[in-house]
């Protein structure tokens, strides 16, 4: 077995012109009978590492998979891509099973997937034995370490594969890439950690942004309201505030649907269902969501509360644009939040309460910080990153430092004057000069600091706050009703001896009242090109829906996003332009093609009626004529163009792989004169040249036309032609 194989396989099933890093290494790995252990992001490509090797290897593929709902979908787009592969599992009735173990046992299947415990089975076991195995793959590999993040006994009593069948290949994958995690894996499962392949993290398609949170439903209907039509995930701690935001979601018009645990497992299943199918597109979830499903067109994912860890985070931002397109990440922080988790952690975690809270920790100042977040994120993960990434808020809208420190002196003055017993909404009450009641009843009105702050926004200066705080001149005393609390460091401020800088505050309104013209002017400059691109997709988007409708299967499953974009913009017009998009594989081709190449046109000739130009268009409208069965002349007069024009335009059409019929237009015999006449002359050649050469018994039209029939043959090469 060869690369060439592989790729030619990976063009005719999935459509896919080249490998993404690493993917060719590790399938080279299993065709050399070798154990790889294979760490990717989410959406990184894992699967296709394990699933070209299934289909071009002699047997089964069997596939360890931790979850019903993941088998099911990869089974769903597999056999969609044409590949023969099934899942056992207790979800199929017994005689489903039977027939399944029947095709195992007769070599009917690429890949099998199946569950731990149905693999460490007695009753699975001589099955195992008797068919004929390519080699095995463990998805979910971390699901084997009790470090990792979901711990699956089961997954430990996989260790009987390398003892049981020691000449068979193991790849194990996972997206989890702590190194106790991976070590534990190796050792589990008998693999040399030399056999480690380590992707980068790095996931460019997701923009990061990170806002304080604050008017958070405000923001968020904001946000959902710019980005109609598509899926998304609002994650969230609590089971409450699932139901409050998507109450408030619907409210406004807009349709969403909540999960967590306290659902039954049919509600729970059925909300999934509804998501994956795009019939609801947006799930306010506890970070329950989401770990069961590859549906690869969720556009953007929404934090309304901190996560508890940037493994966490990042995996969950990583369920959006799994397909490569571009998809948006939003996260929400407070010290509320920041709060909640440390009690959480405080109560339940006794064995790992220190490596909890010091994740915790880098979490928060994650969201804090002001330099490229990406760069913090993938410095997280170990690999070392200088580059700002362009794709972040920080990057996009770098911030402007102060010099903040008699703002910090203000602030830690009133903090020293109120002996550190309040906690921070307090302290800028006094700062501003409040006239509330519980300012004035307790006499705060009588610090000498009351109203130092005035000229400073309320919001404001929670944002400067924020910033001592993690500058060290403060801390939270959480344990103590948040009260603000002086530290070592707070003494150089304010006594004068040190200067602090501070982010500018009014940028984060600034930011955002930029952001929205930069959007407005946007939306004004989109050229028309670009608005059909979007209408036309939108014109897919429905008709994928349909198409999934009647085929029972998830719409991403038909074609991804990342395709549809990709047919919007390069408007396939054969069937050998739609086999080059990115995603139209064999089977889709024949499944699918057709409807989409005719939605294709038939939207591109709407759009000439209604008088807006588009590329590709003028082709086709004279390909209609030429197909009701009108000549050159009548064509050329109902489009008020010259024959010429609609021969060339016949050409085009001839030369796309449409069938023309050019004899009809310049006999045999005149075509070999034209072959004879470019024979002589030197290339690269003019048309004019061909035409005085024939002594303008020809017109250019047809010259263009016996050319282009030539060129087919093979007989000229095409860019010798330099038109007149
Ligand atoms: P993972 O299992 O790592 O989360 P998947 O295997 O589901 O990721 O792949 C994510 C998406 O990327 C899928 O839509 C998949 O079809 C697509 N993909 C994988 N490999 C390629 C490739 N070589 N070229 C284009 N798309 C790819
Ligand atoms: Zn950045």
């Known amino acids: 077995m060869n690369l060439t194989t592989a790729k030619d396989t990976l063009k005719k099933y999935f459509g896919y012109d080249s490998f993404r890093p690493l993917q060719a290494e590790v399938i080279q790995r299993i065709y050399d009978n070798k154990d790889v252990i294979l760490l990717m992001p989410t959406g990184g490509g894992k699967s296709i590492c394990f699933q070209i090797p299934a289909v071009t290897m002699e047997g089964t593929c069997v596939v360890v998979s931790p979850l019903i709902s993941l088998m099911k979908d990869q089974v769903e787009a597999l056999r969609a891509n044409g590949i023969k ?13 039977q027939e399944v173990e029947n095709d195992l046992y007769h070599g009917r299947l690429d890949l099998v997937y199946t569950s731990p415990e149905k693999m460490a089975s007695r009753d699975f076991f001589p099955l195992l034995k008797s068919a004929k195995i390519s080699f095995f793959a463990i998805d979910e590999a971390h699901c084997i370490s009790s470090w990792g993040h979901d711990f699956r006994p089961e ?30 894996i190796a050792v589990q499962l008998e693999i040399s950690d030399q056999q480690m392949f380590i992707a980068s993290f790095d996931r460019p398609n997701l923009s990061l942004e990170v806002r304080p949170g604050r008017k958070r439903i405000e923001q968020i209907l904001e946000f959902i309201v710019e980005r109609p039509n598509q899926s998304g995930i609002i994650y969230c701690l609590a089971k409450k505030t699932t139901e409050n935001i998507c109450g408030k979601l619907l409210e406004n018009g807009i349709k969403a649907d909540f999960y967590h645990a306290g659902l039954d497992s049919n509600q729970r299943s059925k909300v999934q269902e509804d998501f994956i199918n795009d019939r609801t597109p947006i799930i306010c979830a506890t970070i329950a969501f989401g770990m069961g499903i590859d549906k690869s067109n969720v556009r953007w994912i929404i934090h309304y509360n901190l996560p508890k860890n940037i493994e966490s985070y990042y995996q969950e931002i990583g369920r959006a644009g799994r397909d490569g397109a571009d998809a948006a990440t939003l996260l929400f922080y407070s010290g509320g939040d920041l709060m909640m988790l440390r009690d959480f952690i405080q109560q339940n975690d006794s064995k790992y309460r220190e490596i909890h809270s010091a994740k915790l920790d880098r979490m928060y100042q994650y969201a804090t910080s002001l330099i490229c977040r990406r760069k913090i994120l993938l410095n997280y993960f170990n690999e070392t990153n200088f580059e700002n990434c362009g794709n972040c808020d920080i990057c996009n809208n770098p911030p402007k430092y102060l010099d903040g420190t008699v703002i910090a002196q203000k602030a830690l003055s009133a903090v020293a004057r109120l002996k550190e017993q309040v906690a921070s909404g307090v302290v800028v009450d006094v700062l501003r000069g409040s006239k509330s009641y519980g300012i004035l009843s307790k006499g705060y009105d009588k610090i000498k600091t009351y109203g130092a702050g005035k000229d400073i926004r309320q919001q404001d200066w929670f944002f400067y706050l924020e910033q001592l705080v993690n500058q060290g001149l403060f801390e939270i005393a959480y344990d103590d009703y948040n009260k603000v609390k002086l530290t070592e460091a707070s003494k150089a401020v304010l006594f004068g001896q040190q200067k602090i800088q501070l982010v500018q505050a009014e940028m984060v309104e600034k930011r955002k009242k930029e952001e929205a013209e930069k959007a407005d002017a946007k939306r004004r400059k989109t050229s028309v090109r670009q608005r059909v691109r979007d209408e036309l997709f939108e014109h897919l988007r429905k008709l994928r829906l349909t198409l999934s409708r009647e085929k029972g299967i998830p719409p991403y499953i038909v074609f991804s996003d990342a395709t549809l974009e990709e047919m919007a913009a390069e408007r396939p017009s054969t069937e050998a332009d739609m086999f080059k998009i990115s995603g139209v594989g064999e089977v889709k081709m024949q499944e699918y093609g057709h409807d989409f190449l005719r939605a294709i046109q038939s939207f591109l000739l709407e759009k000439k009626d209604q008088g807006v130009s588009v590329k590709g268009a003028t082709y086709l409208e004279t390909f209609r004529y030429y197909q009701q069965g009108y000549g050159v002349e009548e064509i050329a007069s109902t489009r008020e163009l010259s024959p010429n024009t609609i021969m060339s335009h ?3 059409l001839y030369e796309k792989g449409e069938n023309i019929d050019i004899k009809k237009f310049v006999n045999k015999e005149e075509i070999r004169k034209i072959a004879e006449v470019i024979g002589h002359l030197d290339e690269p050649f003019k048309l004019k040249e061909i035409f005085d050469a024939l002594n303008e018994e020809l017109n250019y039209g047809q010259i263009r036309l016996a050319l282009s029939y030539l060129e087919n043959r093979k007989y000229v090469r095409k860019d010798n032609v330099i038109d007149t």
Request: hydrophobic fraction near 40%; aromatic fraction near 16%.
């Open 155 to 184: 997954y430990r009593q996989l260790r009987f594969l390398k003892k049981t069948f020691p000449d068979k290949p193991i790849i194990a994958v996972t997206a989890t890439a702590d190194k106790l995690t991976r070590k534990d």
């Open 650 to 652: 016949f050409a085009y």
């Open 85 to 97: 592969a099934a899942f056992i599992n207790s979800s199929l009735t017994y005689k489903e099973q």
